[in-house]
């Protein structure tokens, strides 16, 4: 059994909160969120528990990817408000005791940053070397490289006859982190923001800023495609951890914050690297494995060709990533984001158990090692929308899908409608549901994107007063966190890994264990204790279903998705 470890640190034990602005609530009625909508929330924020709010980018931007594309680092996007607004917000945070994660932006800029206008201008302006410019090879792109975004990796610009390299829009153009200035430039915007009070970053694809040495052609894997995918010279690349730890040594070691790298295509292994506490470069990261449990691999049409989950799979990608960390580095939790589509309506059952499926999915992550976040309205369980047609979406990259397999190459566009209902990112956009109200009490103008039409029967208002709501759940969760240091330091043991209907684990610590239950079914299972588990004392600290405290928990014949966690002397 283990005592606490030295290294016991507030961002191990917070839970995080990650507001959207553009949907989470409009101040002034003309149809997109806010700060001032954010401040008037945070009661809310408050009451439901959580010690650090992430927010997404406010910085000034086009939108062209809703805010990560971005012209400029030091001020305030106008339809959010004004720099003065956000002072108020972070002193307001602060003074409720909780602390405030801005998104850092830094693999691109957007194309109207004042660098990449001046960059554009000519091969030989100061800040032409800003970004990754390239001649074109017999007449066409540098490379064969697929942006993340469908389509080609670079951008043709008749300014100097050049092409730029962008991995994701054409509007996001990568900055050239060989160019010492920029490193420059960014390491000051960082140091701006933590000044003025921020307690950490959020740092997006922060693992692709590093390209291979002359940006080789990628192999071609799909025969079909004039555009393939590079991963291999851009993710992980040469130079990562320099610049890394360059940033480490020049910013974040200097303040008593909390970072997290958004990682796809990690290891375990690299994240130990990125993570461990002796010479990591962040305290935690993002990885991306267990939402890709539901894509087909190797499919022309990536994450959008789903295939049924199994819970097997899922077990052997959370337990891995659980027993490979612990001790050497440092998980992030987590189900939802901005990214991601609503975790009831993928991994539950969004239908007839809602309420049960959205508890059980809460108590099953948030009983694992690492630090939880809870994206905005994942809290009430809001639920994915099912628009009628493309054009009620607003992603650049649902609509560059679309685009690129339904309008270009033929694809059907029912297989591909249904796969944006299940796996597009508006489902994580559209408003948050506060009231029963008309635009569920998000604005009184028109919302930048539909409301989901449940919102009558799925908002915040509704969650307040009911005490067995999924918003209650939550409450507790995060205060079981803050009262029992098993459920932020334990260690972690899969039981019953073949089970395709229950999937339950034990944390040890000290001389105390916890036993999580969770049954990711609509039907009956009987969960049976394995025999090396022994106790002498038992305490139920929370279930979704009603539970007598003295029932044996030897043989449990589980409701459809119940949870149940006990702990254990």
Do not use: C
């Amino acid at each position: 059994m283990e005592s606490i470890p030295k290294t016991k640190q507030w961002w191990k034990e917070a839970v995080v909160y990650q507001i959207y602005p553009r949907s989470f609530k409009d101040s002034n009625g003309d149809g997109i969120g806010d700060l001032r909508g954010i401040i008037e929330k945070l009661d809310y924020l408050q009451e439901l528990g959580v010690d650090v709010i992430w927010l997404s980018p406010v910085y000034k931007s086009p939108n062209d990817d809703n805010g990560y594309d971005i012209s400029d680092y030091q001020d305030i996007m106008d339809e959010f408000g004004t720099l003065a607004d956000w002072d108020e917000l972070l002193s307001q945070m602060h003074a409720r005791g909780m602390k405030l994660v801005m998104d850092l932006v830094v693999n691109h800029t957007s194309d109207e940053h004042h660098w990449f206008i001046e960059s554009r201008k000519s091969k030989d302006n100061p800040y032409r070397d800003y970004y990754i410019w390239r001649a074109g090879k017999d007449g066409k792109e540098p490379n064969n490289w697929q942006s993340f975004f469908s389509g080609s990796a670079w951008q043709y610009d008749e300014a100097t006859g050049e092409y730029y390299l962008h991995l994701f829009s054409k509007k996001q153009p990568d900055l050239n982190w060989e160019n010492e200035k920029v490193r420059e430039q960014i390491f000051n915007m960082m140091t701006w923001w933590l000044d003025r009070g921020i307690d950490g970053f959020r740092m997006d694809v922060i693992n692709l800023l590093s390209k291979v040495e002359g940006l080789p052609d990628a192999p071609v894997t799909n025969p079909n495609d004039r555009y393939q995918w590079g991963g291999q010279y851009f993710v992980n690349g040469p130079k990562l951890m320099d610049y890394l730890r360059e940033m480490k040594e020049k910013v974040l070691s200097k303040y008593d914050i909390m970072t997290v790298g958004e990682t796809p295509m990690v290891t375990t292994d690299d994240a130990i690297r990125f993570t461990n506490e002796q010479d990591g470069v962040m305290n935690m990261l993002f990885q991306f494995e267990h939402m890709d449990v539901d894509s087909k691999p190797g499919s022309h049409l990536g994450k959008w060709d789903i295939q049924p989950w199994k819970l097997t799979d899922l077990k052997k990608i959370m337990s891995k990533w659980q027993v490979e960390l612990h001790g050497k580095g440092w998980n992030s939790l987590y189900l939802e984001n901005h990214d991601q589509p609503r975790s009831v309506s993928r991994f539950g059952d969004d239908k007839t158990y809602r309420v049960e499926s959205a508890k059980m999915l809460a108590t099953w992550l948030h009983m694992m090692q690492g630090t939880p976040y809870i994206y905005q309205g994942q809290e009430i369980g809001m639920t994915n929308v099912a628009f009628p047609s493309i054009e009620y979406y607003r992603d650049v990259e649902t609509i560059n899908l679309w685009n690129d397999v339904v309008v270009n190459k033929g694809e059907d566009p029912d297989k591909i409608l249904k796969a944006i209902h299940y796996r597009g990112r508006d489902n994580a956009r559209t408003p948050m549901q506060w009231d029963a109200t008309q635009h569920a009490g998000f604005t009184t103008g028109t919302p930048w994107i539909n409301v989901n039409p449940n919102y009558r029967d799925i908002n915040v208002e509704q969650a307040l007063q009911d005490e067995n709501s999924v918003f209650h759940y939550y409450k507790k969760l995060i205060r079981l966190r803050k009262e029992h240091p098993i459920i932020v330091y334990g260690s972690y043991e899969l039981l019953l890994e073949d089970d395709e209907q229950i999937y339950a684990y034990v944390r040890k610590f000290n001389d105390e264990q916890l036993l999580v239950i969770t049954n990711f079914s609509s039907e009956q299972p009987t969960f049976i204790l394995p025999a090396h588990i022994t106790f002498t004392e038992k305490q139920l600290l929370i279930s979704n279903y009603a539970v007598d405290e003295n029932e044996s928990i030897d043989t449990i014949v589980l409701k459809p998705y119940e949870a149940r966690v006990y702990k254990l002397k």
